[in-house]
């Protein structure tokens, strides 16, 4: 089955950018989508297709997508960005393939 | 855009069902799949399967076959999951989806039903 691996936590000053990774044999020939969860709410889209947002997401979000590693950035990181983000993924034979989330910590 | 609704918290026996909805409010489901995702307490997500509302394709995660059903009622707009023989490992939030496609992202998704399984 395919697998994707993230770092369990990411820790950011304010101001700063956070970079999320998210590992994958071969994921940059994938198409690779982005959520943000707070708690106690469900998931939202942030990314699709490797780095389009969706209407209302603003441009401190970005994706990129290469050979083995997907990239999330925040830049300008705020308070209020602190939440688990998954990527995700699409494989013939596992289906859709949730990354192991991580949690971005605002210091 | 629509929004989807779900039922509320439900609690059941080891080894009995669960019937969860999600009404699209606002609108219908269009032409577009429903997802159907989990999430155990502490965990990541995990998705279980996906319907076409206006033809009734179900396509279901191998781990779930044989154990789950989706099911929509176009006259009111309201999909259905029914998982059978629950267990307590079955204890997670359950979320519909729109999903886009049969590769695709999930937007918007449900606000969430907790599914308690205790004896």
Redesign the interface.
């Known amino acids: 089955s395919y697998v994707v691996t993230q770092p369990p936590s990411v820790s950011v000053a304010p101001g700063q950018t956070a970079t999320i990774t998210c590992a994958g044999n071969n994921i940059g020939g994938r ?1 690779v ?1 982005w ?1 943000r969860q707070k708690p106690g709410q ?4 942030l990314i ?2 490797g780095s389009g947002r ?1 209407s209302g997401i603003p441009e401190r979000f970005s994706g990129s997508n290469s050979e083995n590693t997907a990239t999330l950035s925040i830049s300008r990181v705020e308070a209020g960005d602190e939440a688990d983000y ?1 990527c ?1 993924v ?1 494989d013939s034979n596992s ?7 991580t949690k971005v910590t605002v210091l | 855009q629509v929004q989807l609704v779900q039922s509320g918290a439900e609690v059941r026996e080891p080894g009995s069902s669960v019937k969860v909805s999600c009404k699209a409010s606002g609108g219908t489901f269009s032409t577009y799949a429903l997802g159907w995702l989990r999430q155990a307490p502490g965990q990541g997500l995990e998705w279980m399967g996906r319907i076409i509302p206006m033809i009734g394709i179900e396509n279901y995660a191998q781990k779930f076959q044989g154990r789950v059903t989706f099911s929509v009622d176009k006259s009111t707009g309201t999909a259905y999951m029914e998982l059978r023989s629950l267990k307590s490992g079955d204890t997670a939030m359950y979320y519909c989806a729109r999903q886009e496609g049969d590769e695709g992202w999930f937007d918007p998704w449900g606000q969430g039903t907790l599914v308690t399984v205790s004896s």
């Open positions: 198409s989508h959520y469900a998931p939202v889209l699709f297709y969706p998954y995700q699409w289906d859709h393939v949730f990354g192991t989330g």
